[in-house]
């Protein structure tokens, strides 16, 4: 809703759009900020697996750490990190 926000579109118009006239008018916004829609923000090419199996790695230790710190608050234990 934002992207039509500063289009000038007013809430209605934004409701009543299609989701085409969505994507398009997104693609204008990103054209309008010199950004090619077809490559990306910075021109660059997708996520290699490699890459992606990091991150995935990552978002799982953190979401262990997470899950080993809520753990020790529930049961008055302070988690210690190493």
């Avoid at 085409?20 to 010199?34: C, I, K, N, S, T």
């Avoid at 090419?45 to 899950?67: G, I, N, T, V």
């Amino acid at each position: 809703m934002e992207i039509g926000g500063i289009l000038g579109w007013r809430p209605d118009d934004i409701y009543r759009a299609t989701i085409p006239e969505l994507l398009l008018m997104f693609r204008g916004w990103q054209r309008a900020q010199g950004i090619d829609p077809d490559k990306g923000a910075a021109g660059s090419k997708a996520m290699s697996r490699a890459e992606y199996e990091k991150l995935k790695a990552r978002l799982q230790q953190a979401q262990a750490k997470k899950a080993a710190g809520d753990v020790a608050t529930r049961t008055g234990t302070a988690a210690t990190s190493a």
